[in-house]
């Protein structure tokens, strides 16, 4: 079964810091691979996602994340963060077959931004 | 951009009553639709998936008699807990999937239930 891990579930850093938010994925076969932010009582915003090609994947608002086969990590990267960036963060993995859709989320990084 | 619609926001119902949570795609025609829950500090959890025109297919543990699932038309879904309990309380949050993107799937905002 797939399943999805994001080791930290609370991460704090300074305005104008880089940031890195990690996920690692298990999956029998080559995923495809999300990252999505949820603001206080919203629905999620995706950020980016990764099907194929460049491991190295752009998405909006800055950030980016890197798809590394070998150690099964798909994190999430941003190199100076603005104060509107605090939010919940979500890596999710789905099956690389079309019309069977479905995501699996992990359990989120709630990221918080100090002055 | 495609844009899906989740009303109510808030919704605060008491024990026994039902309590009905509309989907709907504005812009694009959703084939299917999922429905999650979210506890909180959670992950989401998804509940069911909803097709057009038919029945909806309900994860495992998903009580398919307390959370009624209909799919009436290709823009809307609602999500109708039935004789909700103080357990029901929670944070539900659709998607629709956007039949001209692979994966592409759009999140309503949410709805937060809270039974009293």
């Known amino acids: 079964a797939q399943s999805v891990t994001q080791p930290d579930i609370h991460i704090t850093v300074s305005e104008g810091a880089s940031l890195e938010l990690r996920c690692n994925y298990s999956?029998?076969?080559?995923?495809?691979l999300f990252w999505y932010v949820q603001s206080p009582g919203q629905g999620l915003q995706l950020l980016l996602k990764?099907?194929?090609?460049?491991?190295l994947v752009q998405g909006i608002k800055g950030f980016e994340a890197e798809f590394k086969r070998s150690q099964s990590s798909f994190n999430l990267r941003k190199p100076s963060v603005h104060w509107s960036d605090a939010a919940e963060y979500f890596c999710?993995?789905?099956?690389?077959?079309?019309?069977?859709?479905?995501?699996?989320f992990g359990t989120g990084t709630r990221l918080t931004i100090i002055p | 951009g495609a844009v899906v619609s989740q009303h109510p926001s808030r919704v605060i119902c008491k024990s026994g009553t039902s309590v009905k949570i509309e989907c709907r795609s504005l812009?694009?025609?959703?084939?299917?639709m999922f429905w999650y829950r979210q506890f909180p500090k959670k992950s989401l959890m998804l509940m069911a998936t909803?097709?057009?025109?038919?029945?909806?297919?309900?994860e495992q543990g998903v009580e398919k008699d307390k959370f009624l699932i209909n799919h009436a038309s290709l823009t809307l879904s609602t999500l109708t807990v039935t004789s909700a309990h103080p357990e029901d309380s929670s944070f539900y949050i659709c998607?629709?999937?956007?039949?001209?993107?692979?994966?592409?799937?759009?999140f309503g905002s949410g709805t937060r239930l809270t039974v009293v």
């Open positions: 812009d694009f025609q959703a084939t299917t």
């Open positions: 909803s097709n057009e025109g038919s029945k909806a297919t309900y």
């Open positions: 999956y029998g076969a080559t995923p495809y």
């Open positions: 998607s629709a999937r956007d039949p001209r993107a692979n994966y592409g799937y759009t």
């Open positions: 990764y099907f194929s090609g460049d491991t």
């Open positions: 999710a993995v789905g099956p690389s077959n079309f019309g069977n859709e479905k995501l699996t």
